[in-house]
């Protein structure tokens, strides 16, 4: 397809592979362990509940920037095997059900991506990336718990008593891992916004005929409402379709991993009646309370190899504007902002050439992702206003979308001097086209190329300080033991 990534060179290898300890096996784990296998280093992941807990529920949207990365390591085939390209985004009210207009995505701009809009269930990419994982080398143990963490020994203690150790420290167990604890000093678990979502799953012969388009042509549906809204699309071929509901909040407890407890029935009202199929045939849901989060200002721990990536670095949904990304594309980014965590790491240290080059690495790392998973929710913020505007503002909203599906227009597309639209628009395809694995190689030879030659040459000269990296770029150099050996990284 030639929307699709073509890009096909392996990718460079290491010349001084190490150990990665990564701690967290869902799908920001096993994602790392495989960008880092694919250029050369040893990676074990360590993971506290079984595989098929691990694997999770619910659907999962894949955003271009994420599919162009998958098409690069070479998973296009799996995924046309399990996922389903969409290209379209129907949107109606919650309560009325009222159409307001479609969003078809111009294909210049998704060749411009390199990628495309993919949809599958958590599990079916979790599949996917556990085999490419092991297959490329990996080793993953699940029911192994992490109970502590020592950064300065690069060392995990184990539920059982086990000690692990590695070079380096991958935190991939989210908001509630001990990873992020270990980094931060305390719980950073964010505050309750109010809202909550509830993951489901409807068997696809429920689906309402008048929602038909979501089988024959892979469309996404939204419905947007005061205070409540729903997101669906295909999944398992489309004999099932996923669907979230963002409703009131009243405990704030309820995360990802949990078992399926809400009935949707007791939840939905009011909802569009044409709806109700839905509402009533759903499958128990996943309850998750959206919260807010304030950015950490370090994700890697000062004392030692610690790096935190995925929801343990930037957790998502967007907090109280969650409700209100929904309609945006940032809402499918919290994945692909993991998986991109993931492939910059091992970009950067592919070019790993000696141990005292790794908190340099890592500490680039943490500087490029930052500044990434910022603009990402900067730019959801921004753009989520004009989609949950209230009162006259929610009429004039609707009027605009509807006009603009009866001239035959997108409707997230401003026209003439539509400039809150215009501004989101240019926002997605910035979000989009980013490539992560160049942005690393840039970092290289701008940034890391330069210092290694600046350390060459002082090494070559008669100074007195000629044995130390020069100031532009030193983050300290530590020594390492490790008593893991490779073969328990590599299977």
Not at 32 to 59: F, I, Q, T, Y
Not at 144 to 154: G, K, L, N, Y
Not at 250 to 279: C, F, H, M, R, W
């Amino acid at each position: 397809m030639s929307a699709e990534s073509s890009r096909s060179n392996p990718p460079l290898q290491t010349p001084h592979p190490i150990n990665f300890l990564i701690i967290g096996g869902g799908i920001a784990g096993l994602a790392c362990a495989l960008a880092l296998r694919r250029v050369g280093h040893h990676a074990l992941v360590v993971e506290r509940r079984d595989r098929k807990s691990s694997r999770g529920e619910g659907g999962i949207r894949l955003p271009p920037n994420l599919t162009k990365i998958f098409f690069h390591w070479g998973l296009r085939d799996a995924l046309r095997e399990k996922a389903l390209i969409s290209h379209t985004i129907l949107f109606s009210r919650y309560e009325s059900g009222e159409y307001l207009g479609e969003q078809v995505w111009d294909q210049d701009v998704l060749r411009e991506t390199r990628g495309v809009f993919m949809v599958l269930t958590h599990a079916e990419l979790h599949d996917i990336l556990y085999e490419a994982a092991t297959r490329a080398g990996a080793r993953v143990r699940f029911n192994t718990e992490v109970t502590s963490i020592d950064p300065e020994a690069r060392e995990v203690e184990l539920a059982t008593g086990e000690t692990l150790t590695g070079d380096v420290l991958v935190g991939a167990d989210g908001e509630y891992g001990p990873s992020r604890i270990a980094v931060v000093g305390k719980e950073a678990r964010g505050g309750p916004t109010g809202l909550a979502l509830y993951d489901t799953i409807l068997p696809g012969k429920h689906l309402p005929e008048h929602l038909a388009s979501m089988r024959k042509d892979n469309t996404v549906f939204v419905a947007f409402g005061e205070g409540r809204a729903i997101l669906g699309y295909p999944v398992h071929g489309t004999e099932d379709f996923a669907f979230q509901f963002y409703g009131p909040d009243e405990n704030s407890q309820g995360k990802y991993g949990d078992v399926p407890s809400v009935t949707i029935a007791d939840l939905a009202p009011p909802v569009d009646p044409q709806l109700q199929q839905i509402v009533t045939h759903a499958r128990k849901a996943v309850r998750v309370s959206v919260r807010s989060h304030d950015d950490l200002e370090d994700w890697v721990e000062d004392d030692g190899r610690l790096v935190l990536i995925g929801e343990a670095a930037h957790p998502f949904p967007c907090g109280d504007e969650s409700l209100r990304c929904l309609m945006q594309p940032g809402t499918i980014q919290a994945t692909a902002m993991a998986v991109e965590d993931g492939a910059v790491l091992a970009k950067l240290f592919s070019h790993l050439s000696e141990d005292r080059q790794i908190e340099s690495f890592l500490f680039a790392f943490q500087e490029l992702r930052q500044a990434r998973a910022r603009s990402v929710r900067a730019g959801e913020f921004g753009s989520a206003f004009y989609m949950t505007m209230d009162g006259d503002g929610a009429a004039q909203r609707d009027a605009a979308m509807k006009a603009k599906s009866t001239q035959g227009g997108n409707v997230l597309e401003g026209a003439g001097g539509d400039e809150v639209v215009n501004g989101m628009w240019e926002e997605i395809r910035t979000i989009f086209g980013y490539d992560c694995e160049d942005e690393a190689d840039d970092w290289w030879v701008q940034w890391g190329l330069l210092r290694e030659r600046a350390l060459a040459h002082a090494e070559g000269g008669d100074d007195a300080h000629a044995a130390h990296p020069p100031p532009l770029l030193d983050f300290s150099a530590m020594t390492v033991q490790v008593s893991s050996s490779a073969a328990d990284y590599d299977g």
